[in-house]
């Protein structure tokens, strides 16, 4: 150990004048407080950006390929050459149309999707949220089954059994004109994903029946829906799948699907980084004002220190290692305290949120290394930026200057 991290350390223990002491306790304290804050907050906001991914790619899929024409003719064929693309693990056709559900009581819109029940359970974790039946219920041959939402039923007041009709805005000609396309369905399964918006507009039947109801030939689909091996390549595999199959075809990743969603929750968390490590800044002011007193009460030091041959290179540098050392142990406590009561409410679930107001019942918490190693440096780095006005004051007092008065 140098002499300068000896003194510094020196300077920092508890002596007559309390008040220093306070100052830096003071310090220290601030900046546990701006880290402690900002890796519990920052955890906060990743579990729920975690948890929201999960809901929407367990419904909807992490690629979709679409045609600008509607309708993809021959979907067979276009799944082959889809498996080929590197990144592809599961690939499932689908058909979606806009529907109005009528029960005995009344009547609402749904997006009506029709879904291959053995490779959509390969696809999306549709079959993890049906709470009531199953999905293999849709391929019961003696009656055409519907999933509903779970707000969708409660507002068609309806459950396991019931019937409803199935009307098609599209229609179809009859000698009295355009008449809309109406059929029964048995209501087979209900859906709880916990997003208000999924359980109170989807419906899901067998991709036949949507074939039928449409008027679709058996290899005519309106999109495709692929599962990959990595979740985080879907811009990629998407920006490859444009490039292969070309237009009119086009790829879009779960990202581009809801990126007003998630751009909203970036800049969100964005804004709560740098309203926090306003916490940090106001603690690295105090280090500046712990270190400008003690360099009033330490003239005396320096300038002995400076009468026996120390350079005024060497006082700064025992002033920023205070300063240094100050804003290390905070960040520390601060970033173990953010640690354990992150860590303690991601295994215990102490704080529980109401369900009829989130989507999810318990407070999600998503700790990444990253995360921690930004704030850490963060915090260190304005400890330093701290340290440099009072460590080079602190080298230009003048050894005659110092010892004059004493």
Do not use: C
């Not at 495709?224 to 091996?229: A, D, P, R, S, V």
């Not at 811009?235 to 581009?256: C, F, G, R």
Request: glycine share 8%; no cysteine.
């Amino acid at each position: 150990m140098n002499f300068q991290t000896k003194v510094a350390l020196h300077y920092l223990k508890p002596k007559g004048n309390s008040f220093i002491s306070l100052l830096s306790f003071i310090s220290i304290a601030g900046i546990a407080i701006g880290v402690m804050a900002l890796i519990v907050v920052i955890s906060v906001m990743n579990g729920f950006d975690h948890a929201l991914e999960e809901k929407i790619v367990g419904i909807e899929s992490q690629v979709v390929v679409l045609n600008y024409g509607g309708l993809i003719p021959d979907y067979k064929q276009i799944a082959k050459k889809i498996n080929k693309i590197k990144g592809v693990k599961e690939v499932a056709p689908f058909i979606y149309t806009d529907v109005m559900l009528s029960s005995n009581t009344t009547s609402t819109g749904s997006v009506l999707r029709g879904v291959d029940t053995g490779s959509a359970s390969k696809t999306t974790n549709l079959g993890k949220y049906i709470i009531d039946g199953s999905l293999k219920s849709l391929n019961n041959k003696k009656y055409n089954g519907i999933i509903l939402g779970k707000v969708l039923a409660q507002r068609l007041g309806v459950d396991i059994g019931s019937k409803i009709s199935v009307i098609s805005p599209q229609g179809e000609i009859t000698p009295l004109g355009i008449m809309p396309k109406s059929e029964i369905f048995i209501v087979s399964g209900i859906m709880d994903s916990g997003m208000y918006n999924y359980d109170s507009t989807f419906s899901f039947i067998s991709l036949r029946s949507a074939q039928n109801f449409i008027g679709l030939s058996s290899n005519e689909v309106t999109g495709m829906e692929i599962k990959l091996y990595n979740i985080n390549n879907a811009m990629t595999v998407a920006a490859n799948i444009d490039k292969n199959l070309h237009s009119p075809y086009y790829a879009l990743s779960w990202e581009q699907l809801n990126k007003n969603l998630f751009a909203a929750l970036k800049l969100e968390k964005l804004t709560m980084f740098v309203i926090l490590s306003l916490i940090v800044l106001v603690a690295a002011f105090n280090i500046i004002s712990t270190l400008i007193m003690v360099v009033m009460e330490k003239r005396k030091d320096i300038a002995i220190l400076k009468s026996i041959g120390a350079s005024s290179k060497n006082i700064m540098q025992i002033f920023i290692i205070q300063g240094v050392i100050i804003g290390l142990v905070g960040t520390f406590i601060g970033l173990s305290a953010g640690f354990i009561i992150s860590y303690i409410e991601e295994v215990y679930h102490i704080v529980k949120l109401p369900p009829s107001v989130y989507y999810i019942t318990n407070l999600p918490v998503r700790m990444t290394l990253n995360e921690f190693l930004i704030i850490g440096i963060s915090a260190l780095l304005l400890s330093f930026i701290a340290t440099i006005y009072p460590s080079y004051k602190a080298s230009k007092i003048d050894p005659a200057e110092g010892v004059r008065y004493e």
